[in-house]
Each structure stands twice: as structure tokens, then as C-alpha cells.
């Protein structure tokens, strides 16, 4: 594996729908669990193997999360209305 991957690095496998209404997209996490490099990898091949739909890709998302020390405390309450 390349120096600059760390092995313990977890990645997700994303489903990307293009849908021709507005030319919006729908993305999915696959199985809603992150994954090695290796095993992301070999679901992408699978996946882009048995999918015959032109308007779904998979791609690779780095699963990367942050610790926070302190929760983020609000002080001042919003008090103007919302514009919807």
C-alpha cells in the first residue's frame, strides 16, 4: 500500500444516482458502513460490474471524523424568523 495511506484508514462507498429532473443527483453510503481501502475497492469493482444503469457511479468518500473536547455551547437565542 502507498506511504501516504494510513492502514487503519476506513473509507465509505458511495452510490451516486443522476436523475434527469433538474439534473439533481441521490447519494447513498453503501451498507451504511465504512470499509479498509482494500475492501471499498473490491466493492466498487463488484458493484460497477453487476450495475448496467449508466446514471450510477460509485465512488470512494474517506470516512473521517472529528473528536471534539467540548460540545459547542449557543449563548444568544436566534430570535428573527426564519425567511420559509
Given at each position: 500500500m502507498?506511504?501516504?495511506?494510513?492502514?487503519?484508514a476506513?473509507f465509505f462507498v458511495?452510490?451516486?444516482?443522476?436523475?434527469?429532473f433538474?439534473n439533481?443527483y441521490d447519494?447513498?453510503?453503501?451498507?451504511?458502513?465504512?470499509?479498509?481501502?482494500?475492501?471499498?475497492?473490491?466493492?466498487?469493482?463488484?458493484?460497477?460490474q453487476?450495475?448496467?444503469?449508466?446514471d450510477v457511479t460509485?465512488?470512494?468518500q474517506?470516512?473521517?471524523?472529528e473528536?471534539?473536547?467540548?460540545?459547542?455551547v449557543?449563548?444568544?437565542e436566534?430570535?428573527?424568523?426564519?425567511?420559509f
Amino acid at each position: 500500500m502507498s506511504d501516504n495511506i494510513d492502514e487503519s484508514a476506513k473509507f465509505f462507498v458511495v452510490k451516486r444516482t443522476a436523475w434527469n429532473f433538474k439534473n439533481s443527483y441521490d447519494y447513498d453510503i453503501v451498507k451504511s458502513m465504512a470499509y479498509s481501502l482494500t475492501k471499498a475497492i473490491k466493492i466498487i469493482l463488484a458493484s460497477e460490474q453487476l450495475n448496467d444503469n449508466e446514471d450510477v457511479t460509485y465512488h470512494l468518500q474517506p470516512a473521517k471524523f472529528e473528536v471534539v473536547e467540548k460540545p459547542l455551547v449557543l449563548e444568544n437565542e436566534v430570535t428573527e424568523e426564519m425567511p420559509f
